[in-house]
């Protein structure tokens, strides 16, 4: 399926804007960016290496991020997804507050591609995988501070409970199927 999806879409895909993969820790941020960026013909940002030292830190003593601290670095991704509509960023952009200042400091069209599953999946990706400083101790307080990116058109939600070639294939799908991709870009 993917070689006949890829022509269209790398053709495409400065045409769809910047896209962000967001969701909370353990959903596959980097792993589908990067997958999605290598199909589009995209670079893609791993929003977690543009985090201050001060973050990383915090995170890694399990103390959860506030507004106070992801305000520079919602500011940051959102200058780089404006500087570049061939560019995919992982972030978690858990709150609608966070997403519109992606979109107004892009100042440029993009798509959210919202990646959803369940705690008992999220708890098993998290313990599963090795060198990340998030500790599991923070999925908790990331989930409470998520607001579901409901009524916001430019967000696509994909289900994680499956393989990752099927992830990022319905994460294609739906960006596709929401017209956000220019009529000029598709003749």
């Known amino acids: 399926m993917s070689t006949a999806v890829s022509p269209r879409l790398s ?3 400065g045409a769809i804007g910047p896209i962000v993969v967001m969701g909370v ?11 999605l960026a290598s199909m589009l013909g995209c670079r893609f940002i791993e929003g977690d290496s543009r985090h201050p030292v001060a973050n990383v830190e915090k995170m890694r003593q399990g103390i959860p991020l506030d507004d106070v601290d992801r ?19 992982s972030c978690s952009a858990l709150k ?3 997403r519109d200042l992606l979109r107004a400091r892009a100042g440029r069209p993009m798509t959210f591609v919202f990646l959803q ?17 998030m500790p599991l101790s923070l999925l908790d307080s990331q989930l409470a501070t998520l607001e579901l990116p409901q009524g916001e058109r430019d967000v696509v939600t994909v289900e994680i409970d499956q393989s990752l070639e099927r992830i990022v294939s319905d994460a294609i799908a739906r960006i596709t199927a929401t017209g956000f991709v220019s009529a000029k870009h598709n003749q």
């Open 25 to 35: 820790s353990g959903c596959g941020k980097t792993s589908v960016g990067e997958r």
């Open 117 to 133: 599953g369940s705690r008992t999946l999220l708890v098993s990706r998290m313990g599963a995988r090795e060198g990340h400083y």
């Open 71 to 89: 305000w520079p670095w919602l500011d940051v991704l959102g200058t780089e997804l404006g500087e570049d509509a061939r560019t995919i960023i």
């Open 96 to 98: 609608r507050s966070y």
């Open 11 to 13: 053709e495409t895909a």
